[in-house]
């Protein structure tokens, strides 16, 4: 989602992918308001989809080749029709005659290649340029070393496109579904200058719904229905209406009083709704974890954090199980590795790679063998104490629960463990851990798209989001044969990235914590919305209130 990264990009995607963890209206009876009121987390930070850090809810506002359908399948969008070359590296698409922006304006190829180049443009300051790798001259763009315009896409005429990669990319399809790819109309760009994407009215739209009464800053702003959508028939909601609730209690009360059509609920609220009709769980491709800072400023810690037994004594007293069912308790689940479950599976085999991933004695419970690596560890270091602090971003109703049980449980089991909370804005997480500012980081990831490179490509030497600055070069040779030089074979492929992602799991480089599971109350009689773990997750195009 986008992306789902690190707690910085993860908790915009969970900001943006709450709010938009919606629910949907529309009907065939005429009676029904088909209007939605949903909260959200946090303020919509960016209407321009080249800066975006997420698409939770602004997947229904641009859309691109493709959407995403039910159970994360691609689903048609504004191509018609697609062809793949033999060799899979040249992708020609056939846009709708009747594709059409918000304002009337048709979508043509062209907008499609300017907006790649825009986006990949250095002023733009885009978020999420490496999405582009693997896409002809992609690297090299992204790496500065040549010009936007080389990006492999060109207009073959007023409805083709044609896209050129560097090498395979077995995702191709379901990348295309993600919005960074969608069209940018350039000439609204240049008629707005500065104030594009400064306000809803400076911005077209090619989804189902468009944005109003957004300024840029604000807790409230709405959806409602492109009628210039080429699909316009099938979407019955007519508006939808956010406001930012960052309090769960406040969410409730306003959900009880029928200001809300949905309720996100802290950890205490689940244990009394969890039997009530209107209570919903929707998972997500997102793994909390600890990342550990391998350059943290303080020489000693340093040390700390680069020991391996230490790493494996903490990633052994967390009793996952107890965490989940107990002192979460909101559907959450216990994780096997840093790459979450249902998230893909083995082409040749079915199996989930979750399953794969798994190495004995790494993400289960076991106090007796986490004492024996404290204790071989500490001889190592020369140490009889350790003292480390952790920061989480408290954006996240759960982040003080799972902060206190941590250091509940390491300095039980850990003889010598003193740990320091530090709960922090969630702007102030993301400054830190950008700039290594930290012993310990509890972060999230969260999937783009339903491949584990998604996941697999954060832990890399290169990757800005790997704030702990881990480094192996094992690692590294796995991730980069999979996207090279296994990238036309789908299984060859997939044993790079099931090696990669044990070898973590030996490491202990990132201690995965648990899988996010989010509960809700939402109203019975909203149908229609289409929730996915990864990529834009909540769809509204076929919502209805009945």
Known sequence: ??????????????????????????????????????????????????????????????????????DGKVAPGLADSAKMSKDKKTWTFHIRDNAKWSNGDPITAQDFVYSWRRTLTPATKASYTTMFSGIKNGDKIIAGKADPSEIGIHAKN?????????????????????????????????????????KSEYMVYSGPFKITNWSGTGNTWSFVKNNHYWDKKVVKLNKISYQVVTNPQTGLSLYQNKKLDFAQLSTEQVKNYKNNKEFKEYPYSIVIHLKYNFQDADKEKRRIMNNQNIRQA?????????????????????????????????????????????????TTYNPTLAKKKWAAGLKQLGLKKVKLSIMAGNDDVAASTVTQYLKGTLEKNLSGFDLTIQNVPASVAQSRATSGDFDLFLSHWGAD??????????????????????????YDALIDKAQNQDAGNDEARWQDMVQAA?????????TPLYQANYAYLQRSTVKGVIHNTAGTQWSYKYAYVK
């Not at 965490?323 to 590795?337: C, E, I, R």
């Open 1 to 70: 989602m986008r992306k789902w990264t690190g707690i910085g990009l993860v908790a915009a995607v969970v900001a943006m992918g709450l709010g938009l963890a919606a629910c949907g209206q529309s009907s065939s009876s005429a009676t029904p308001q088909q209007d939605l009121k949903l909260p959200a987390t946090a303020q919509l930070d960016t209407i321009d989809l080249a800066k975006a850090t997420g698409y939770g809810q602004t997947g229904n506002v641009f859309e691109s080749f493709y959407r995403l359908g039910k």
């Open 449 to 474: 798209f339903n491949d584990p490179i998604s996941f697999m490509q954060i832990p890399t030497s290169s990757n800005a989001l790997n704030y702990g600055k881990w480094s192996n070069k094992a």
């Open 158 to 198: 007023k409805h083709t496109v044609v896209i050129e990669l560097d090498k395979p990319i077995a995702y191709f399809k379901i990348l295309m579904a993600y919005p960074l790819f969608a069209p940018q109309n350039e000439k609204v760009v240049n008629k707005y200058g500065k104030k594009y994407a400064t």
């Open 502 to 510: 044990k070898l973590i799991n030996r490491e202990q480089s990132f």
């Open 314 to 362: 903490i990633a052994l007293s967390i009793n996952r199980s107890l965490l989940t069912k107990k002192v979460l308790g909101d559907g959450s689940v216990t994780p096997t590795g840093f790459v979450a479950s249902g998230l893909a599976k083995d082409p040749k085999t079915g199996e989930d790679f979750a399953k794969q991933q798994a190495v004995k004695n790494t």
